[in-house]
Each structure stands twice: as C-alpha cells, then as structure tokens.
C-alpha cells in the first residue's frame, strides 16, 4: 500500500514500471521494490491483470527468469464468483472480464474452473522447473567476402553477444562449421571469446585432441566431439578425455551417446559432467538420465524445451538464437520458444546446413 504522494514522487522520478486503475484502486509495479526484492534474492511473484504489464515487466527486466502463467475462468464463472463476493459490483467486474484478452503465449495456461488448486500448483512448478534449464547457444565465428576468418568482426560480435543472457556460449561448433577451421584458428577464435566473457559460460568445441588442450589450458569446459564407429571406439575415446570434459553426439558422426554408453562410462569413471546430445528423442533423454543422473545432457534440439527438460535434460541448445544474440527476447519461456519456432521455421526452409549457416550469418550486425 502507498500514499498518493508515494505515487506522485515514483511516477516523477520514472520508478513506476507499470499502473492500471481498476475498482476505485490504483495497482502499480515500481522498479524500487522489484529491485529490493532481486537485491535480497528472494522470488518475485506478481499478479496482473492485463497483457501489457507483463510486456512492460520482462521489458524492465528482460534477463529474470519470469513465469508467465494465465488463470483463467469462462465468463459465466466469473460472475458466480463475483457474486459470491457479497461486494455489489459484479457488473463492474464482468466489463473488466470482457475487456481483458486471453494471453497469446504462456508457460502455463490453466482454466480455474476445471483445475482445482492442487492441479494448477503442479502445473506452475512444472513451468518453474522448465525455467531453470540453461540455455546454450552456438556462437558464429564471422568471415571476409573471401571466406576467412574475421576476426576483428568476430571480436566486436563476442563482445556485444555477452552483454546477452545467455548461459552458455559454444564455441567452434558445427553451426558455424568449426570443423573446417584449423587448430590454431579455433584457438584464435576461443581467445577472442575469452576476452569478451567469463571462461565459465563458455563451451569449446573440440575437433581434435589439441583442441581438448587448447580449452584445458585456457580453463575453458571442452565439448568434445565423439568421433566413433563403434562401442569400443567410443569407450576409448572418453577413456581419453580428461575430468570434466563434455562431449557432442551426433549421428552424422558415427556411435552416439545412448544409455548403455552412459552406463559403461559411469561404471568405469570414464562419464563425462554432460554434453550436447543431437537428434534424441525425449525417451531417449530420460532412459540417459535415469541410467546417469550426473550427466548434464543439453538437448541439441530446441524445438520442445518444456519437453526436453521433464524428460531429464538440464537445457537445450538453441542454434536459432545464433542469429539474434545481440537481440533476444526477454527471459521468458514463453518469449524464447516463440522466438526459436519463428526463426526455425525459416531454417527449415533452407536446403542444407550451409545454407542455414549462411543465413544466420546475414543476421549478424557487427
């Protein structure tokens, strides 16, 4: 509760996020307690009512973690609630019920009058449980008109794209063919990552074991590629990686990453903290973690991120984000999965994963 001079002094010194007058009240969002409530570590847990308070809310605060769940209820439940009330203004309640739209997106949408408490409660903590999956996403290395590594580009690039939200960046990875670069390129390219962002959010791509070097050196999480045709290939290969190492599976590079590897690498010692696992179906994620819970398996899909992180994945990689790192949406599940649909869509179009790379390259300002 405040005074009306508490709301005079806000709203002249720009501190008022969002108002709305509404049954002789007026209800506000102000920026010095959301920041007192952020500054103490604590939970906010606002209650709107109208669409735009929300996009004002993530706009003030676009790298919060929000939840955005709708309660909702037909209008002829509205007004038996309303009612029931004893407060005499049901008319007034139900113009204001006609005058709110539904929200276009959402984590969760629950319709009150079908879901009772409890229900609605394990919805909402699914959705908060979503929230807190990381999210990777690849980074571009940027080129001359001939082909060449740009590395002054790709400087300016890292260092506008780790202003960003962003958990983790991937470094050297197949969206931005790091493969075909040499060792001592990727190694530029790392560098010049590591001056723009903290060594802990970033994820180097390994081609090769001079690679896995390169990072260990440099106290950067190597994200080993696993190179192998075979189970016994593959064991040796994580037999070499050193502690701490992730790994990349992907079909189009021989044996994956599946449970009965997860269990040999785990009875062994041999189990990587986790890796980017492509092409895997959520039964697939739940059976890996299930056999190694330890395991941090980032979804190399983003197409379902909900989906992915009830399965068992800590995150998903989201490639699409590639091309708006310096213009994301705000940290909302509810925005990023929208955002990642859009540009998938596009992306799906293209003929091939050059063509993809091309594109999210032409996205790039620097």
Same mark, same amino acid.
Not at 111 to 125: E, L, Q
Not at 270 to 294: F, M, N, Q, V, W
């Given at each position: 509760?405040?005074?009306?001079?508490?709301?005079?002094?806000?709203?002249?010194? @720009?501190?008022?996020? #969002?108002?709305?007058?509404? #049954?002789?009240?007026? #209800?506000?969002?102000d920026?010095?307690?959301?920041?007192?409530?952020?500054?103490?570590?604590?939970?906010?847990?606002?209650?709107?009512g109208?669409?735009e308070?929300?996009?004002?809310?993530?706009?003030?605060?676009?790298?919060?973690r929000w939840?955005?769940?709708?309660?909702?209820?037909?209008?002829?439940?509205?007004?038996?609630r309303?009612?029931?009330?004893?407060?005499?203004? =049901?008319?007034?309640?139900?113009?204001?019920?006609?005058?709110t739209?539904?929200?276009?997106?959402?984590?969760?949408?629950?319709?009150?009058?079908?879901?009772d408490?409890?229900?609605?409660?394990?919805?909402? /903590?699914?959705?908060?449980?979503?929230?807190?999956? %990381?999210?990777?996403?690849?980074?571009?290395?940027?080129?001359?008109?001939? @082909?060449?590594?740009?590395?002054a580009?790709?400087?300016?690039?890292?260092?506008?794209?780790?202003? %960003?939200?962003?958990d &983790?960046?991937?470094?050297?990875g197949?969206? =931005?063919?790091?493969?075909?670069?040499?060792?001592m390129?990727?190694?530029?390219v790392?560098d010049?990552?590591?001056?723009?962002?903290?060594?802990?959010?970033?994820?180097?791509?390994?081609?090769?074991?001079?690679?896995?070097?390169?990072?260990?050196?440099?106290?950067?999480?190597? /994200?080993a590629?696993?190179?192998?045709? =075979?189970?016994?290939?593959?064991?040796?290969?994580?037999?070499?990686?050193? +502690?701490? %190492?992730?790994? #990349?599976s992907?079909? /189009?590079?021989?044996?994956? &990453?599946?449970?009965?590897?997860?269990?040999?690498?785990? %009875?062994m010692? *041999?189990?990587?903290?986790?890796?980017?696992?492509?092409?895997?179906? +959520?039964?697939?994620?739940?059976?890996? *973690?299930?056999?190694?819970?330890?395991?941090?398996?980032w979804?190399?899909?983003?197409?379902?991120?909900q989906?992915?992180v009830?399965?068992?994945?800590? @995150?998903?990689?989201?490639?699409?984000?590639?091309?708006?790192? =310096?213009?994301?949406?705000?940290?909302s599940?509810?925005?990023?999965?929208?955002?990642?649909?859009?540009?998938?869509?596009?992306?799906?179009?293209l +003929?091939?994963?050059?063509?993809?790379?091309?594109?999210?390259?032409?996205q790039?300002?620097?």
């Amino acid at each position: 509760m405040a005074s009306a001079i508490e709301f005079e002094q806000l709203a002249a010194a @720009g501190q008022i996020i #969002y108002s709305n007058t509404r #049954y002789d009240s007026t #209800y506000i969002i102000d920026q010095p307690e959301l920041s007192r409530i952020i500054a103490a570590g604590e939970i906010p847990v606002l209650h709107v009512g109208q669409p735009e308070a929300i996009d004002a809310l993530l706009a003030t605060a676009p790298t919060i973690r929000w939840v955005v769940v709708e309660l909702w209820c037909p209008r002829e439940v509205a007004a038996e609630r309303a009612a029931a009330r004893g407060t005499n203004d =049901t008319a007034e309640r139900l113009a204001v019920w006609d005058a709110t739209p539904r929200l276009a997106v959402a984590d969760a949408q629950i319709d009150t009058s079908t879901v009772d408490p409890a229900a609605a409660a394990r919805k909402i /903590m699914e959705a908060v449980a979503a929230a807190k999956c %990381s999210i990777v996403v690849p980074t571009m290395h940027l080129v001359h008109p001939d @082909g060449t590594v740009d590395l002054a580009a790709t400087r300016r690039h890292a260092v506008a794209a780790a202003e %960003s939200w962003v958990d &983790f960046f991937l470094i050297n990875g197949s969206t =931005t063919a790091g493969s075909e670069l040499t060792n001592m390129e990727r190694a530029a390219v790392l560098d010049i990552w590591l001056e723009a962002a903290d060594p802990g959010r970033l994820l180097a791509c390994a081609w090769s074991a001079e690679d896995v070097a390169t990072a260990a050196d440099r106290h950067v999480t190597p /994200m080993a590629v696993l190179q192998a045709n =075979t189970q016994i290939a593959a064991e040796q290969f994580l037999q070499a990686l050193p +502690p701490g %190492s992730t790994i #990349y599976s992907h079909p /189009m590079f021989g044996r994956t &990453f599946d449970a009965k590897l997860a269990a040999w690498a785990r %009875s062994m010692g *041999h189990l990587p903290s986790g890796g980017k696992l492509a092409k895997i179906r +959520p039964d697939e994620t739940a059976e890996i *973690h299930r056999t190694a819970p330890e395991f941090t398996i980032w979804d190399g899909s983003a197409r379902r991120i909900q989906r992915s992180v009830a399965a068992g994945a800590a @995150g998903v990689v989201a490639t699409t984000l590639s091309a708006m790192l =310096t213009d994301l949406p705000p940290r909302s599940l509810a925005r990023i999965q929208p955002t990642i649909d859009a540009v998938q869509a596009t992306l799906d179009q293209l +003929p091939d994963r050059t063509a993809k790379r091309r594109w999210i390259l032409d996205q790039i300002e620097v």
